[in-house]
């Protein structure tokens, strides 16, 4: 391949990535620039991008009508809580997995994939009673037990994935040395495997966050994270489009901040253990 | 010292109060009438200081899905809930619902209009307080009305309906002669369609509970709803339901709209709307027949026989419901934004009647609504724009889709009436109907 091939084919991705790129992001530039709009520019039938009276009315009369940094307040605890709670189980259950693997081990990876499979709304009934029974309705407590436990499986997943990558003679060295099991995965393993930890613990936390079936459902008005108060915006009689992209962009706007400090650490443990 | 143990009485007693102090949780929708009834509660908190009110503000969805999860659970998660008529008659036969029996001695049961409070009330039992009431409505664009040489009757039937969209319909000036709901859902294009469908003399049931999909009646709705969309209505109007429809009509791109009364307030309100001034409001069409097709709904306040807090939820339902309220509401935000629909008294102010120009035909369309005769031939149910049984949130939704699908055309209407009627004769024979 010639320099000016190489240099045309780097061009051609890199407007396509782009354009992907621009896709994917336009969608949420829309609903911010919405944010700023009075509710008739938000419906007008010929949209304007950036011609267009801006206005923080719609910002103001959100935080004015609705509790915002509450909410905020429990999405960090339900989302980080879970997370940090995921991974006191799921760091264990991984290593087990990867390096003390019986001849059940696969069939117990299916297992825990195959809750991921099944449609929520299934298991609605039985989690309800269980939660008014325990006391666990509308409290933070109770969400962050069925966060941990929606995305428990992913946690085991992504972090077997990464530690089977680490080479067992490395563990196996450290316990010749007289480590004990806690010793080996915290002063052995867990540095090692840092990255792909962080990542299951960024992952986690985003989808946690953006998680809006179990954080509608259990909660009411003292544990409603952030995707209760935006459903809170969108009504079935009335035109509230421009407040409802307020709400939407100070919700997604702290996790879009998280997303792009910690990309770095994001993609690459992401492709941890992809490229040989 | 005297001091210091008085302070300390204070204290005490300050505790005692605040320990005393009740929370009742209100779980409502986002509509503007109930976000004005949230930005006035401080006047319910500072007659009631001994409560306090929690708000959980959700889409009409995610809230009837929660509400439903919960009083059936007995999860208690809620003290006043935000139901509709539909879910009114079933919720109280089945004892999730507290009776409205101690709403004080100048509530004035009697003002209620009696078509809404009939739709309430199960043996003489009152089981919600209605909040805002609507029927369904004709609203046009009194220029373009002009400009077609046409004059809408007050009355119209639907041939006059079809003529005026077509002459009103300008494409090149991005005008649509006529919006209706096409988006699927029970309370989209279904609620439209079974009004139509009564007043096309169609039935969703016979008196046995048998599906009525296929018969000519339901054929002629069908056939007319696709024939007049293709023809007047907007491109890809199988994905418009309320708020589509609204938007489209405050900037001016539909002559003709038929839809709930409560847009007759939006649709005038000089802020939000292009053609404020140029809007007039019929009744919803007939064919002759002796039935209109407009629906009646109402948004009422009810408390879970889970609630713990019944008293303080009748007070704060009392409350939001009163003509006081109404009053409130006139005083502070005027008279058109008070919640309509749903007492006499308020259509026999000069005020609201002078303030809202739809007032009239609004309760004209409610009077005439008869949920328990719906339409031309007698039914085994309750419901205008509904069938008041719990099978119908998932039977409503599925013929929604069929109807849609015969909107785009993947369908005909004969195929998407054969397919209702085959899946909501399996869904009725699975709950062993006739009970």
């Not at chain 1, 009508?65 to 709670?85: A, D, K």
């Not at chain 2, 309760?363 to 719906?374: E, F, R, V, Y």
Request: glycine share 6%; charged share 20%.
């Amino acid at each position: 391949m010639t320099i000016k091939d190489s240099r045309r084919s780097k061009l051609i991705y890199t407007i396509a990535a782009w354009t992907i790129s621009g896709m994917i992001f336009f969608p949420i530039l829309w609903t911010l620039i919405t944010s700023f709009k009075t509710e008739s520019e938000a419906i007008s039938a010929t949209p304007a991008l950036f011609a267009f009276e801006w206005t923080l009315e719609n910002y103001s009369d959100v935080l004015s009508r609705s509790p915002y940094f509450n909410h905020f307040w429990n999405s960090v605890v339900i989302s980080l809580g879970s997370s940090l709670l995921g991974l006191l189980i799921a760091v264990p259950a991984a290593w087990s997995m990867a390096f003390v693997q019986t001849k059940k081990t696969k069939h117990l990876l299916m297992w825990m994939l195959s809750t991921k499979m099944l449609p929520p709304v299934g298991v609605l009934i039985p989690i309800y009673l269980l939660f008014r029974d325990f006391g666990l309705l509308d409290t933070k407590l109770g969400l962050v037990i069925v966060m941990t436990l929606i995305n428990l499986p992913i946690m085991v997943w992504m972090l077997y994935t990464y530690f089977r990558e680490i080479p067992n003679e490395i563990l196996e060295a450290s316990r010749m040395d007289g480590a004990t099991i806690g010793e080996e995965i915290f002063h052995v393993l867990l540095p090692i495997a840092l990255p792909g930890i962080a990542s299951t613990l960024l992952l986690n936390v985003i989808l946690s966050w953006n998680e809006a079936f179990w954080t509608l459902i259990l909660t009411a008005a003292n544990a409603a994270p952030l995707t209760a108060f935006i459903a809170s915006y969108s009504s079935p009689e009335g035109l509230f489009y421009a407040k409802l992209s307020a709400a939407s962009a100070m919700a997604i706007v702290p996790i879009l901040i998280l997303g792009w400090f910690s990309q770095k650490q994001l993609v690459r443990g992401l492709s941890f253990g992809a490229v040989k | 010292m005297k001091n210091k143990l008085l302070m300390l009485a204070c204290g005490i007693m300050a505790m005692s109060n605040a320990y005393a102090k009740e929370t009742i949780t209100i779980a409502t929708v986002n509509n503007g009438d109930m976000i004005t009834m949230k930005e006035l509660s401080n006047e319910f908190t500072s007659q009631h200081p001994d409560i306090d009110l929690k708000w959980v503000t959700l889409e009409e969805n995610i809230l009837r899905q929660r509400v439903t999860t919960d009083v059936a659970t007995k999860g208690g998660q809620y003290d006043v809930m935000t139901i509709g008529t539909y879910e009114v008659p079933i919720w109280g036969k089945q004892n999730w619902l507290t009776e409205l029996d101690n709403l004080g001695e100048n509530y004035d049961l009697d003002d209620l209009l009696p078509a809404i409070r009939s739709g309430l009330t199960i043996n003489d039992k009152l089981y919600a307080a209605p909040f805002y009431g609507e029927s369904s409505m004709v609203m046009y664009r009194t220029d373009l009305m002009e400009k077609a040489g046409l004059t809408m009757p007050k009355a119209p039937t639907w041939n006059f309906i079809r003529k005026a969209a077509k002459a009103m319909n300008d494409t090149k000036e991005g005008v649509f002669g006529l919006c209706l709901r096409g988006k699927a859902g029970w309370g989209e294009n279904v609620a439209l369609i079974t009004s139509m469908a009564n007043s096309f003399g169609a039935r969703w049931f016979d008196e046995n509970w048998k599906p009525q999909f296929n018969t000519p009646e339901w054929e002629n709705t069908l056939q007319y709803y696709v024939d007049v969309m293709k023809e007047s209505g907007p491109a890809g109007s199988s994905a418009n339901g309320f708020n589509e429809n609204l938007a489209l009509f405050q900037t001016g791109k539909c002559g003709i709209w038929i839809d709930a009364t409560v847009a007759g307030a939006f649709v005038t309100n000089k802020k939000d709307s292009e053609v404020a001034d140029k809007v007039g409001f019929a009744l919803a069409p007939d064919n002759g027949l002796g039935k209109r097709g407009n629906w009646l709904w109402s948004w009422t306040l009810a408390i879970p026989s889970s609630s713990k807090k019944q008293d303080a939820a009748m007070k704060f339902i009392s409350w939001a419901t009163s003509k006081e309220y109404s009053q409130l509401v006139a005083d502070k935000k005027g008279w058109a934004k008070v919640p309509p629909g749903t007492r006499k008294s308020l259509y026999n102010n000069p005020k609201y009647m002078e303030a809202a120009p739809f007032a009239q035909i609004t309760l004209d369309s409610i009077q005439t609504a008869d949920p328990k005769n719906p339409t031309v031939k007698p039914v085994p149910y309750v419901g205008i724009q509904f069938v008041a049984i719990p099978e119908f949130q998932g039977i409503g939704t599925a013929v929604g889709q069929q109807f849609s699908a015969a909107l785009t055309g993947q369908m005909t209407v004969k195929e998407a009436l054969n397919s209702s009627q085959r899946l909501v004769e399996r869904t009725m024979r699975k709950a062993r109907y006739p009970k």
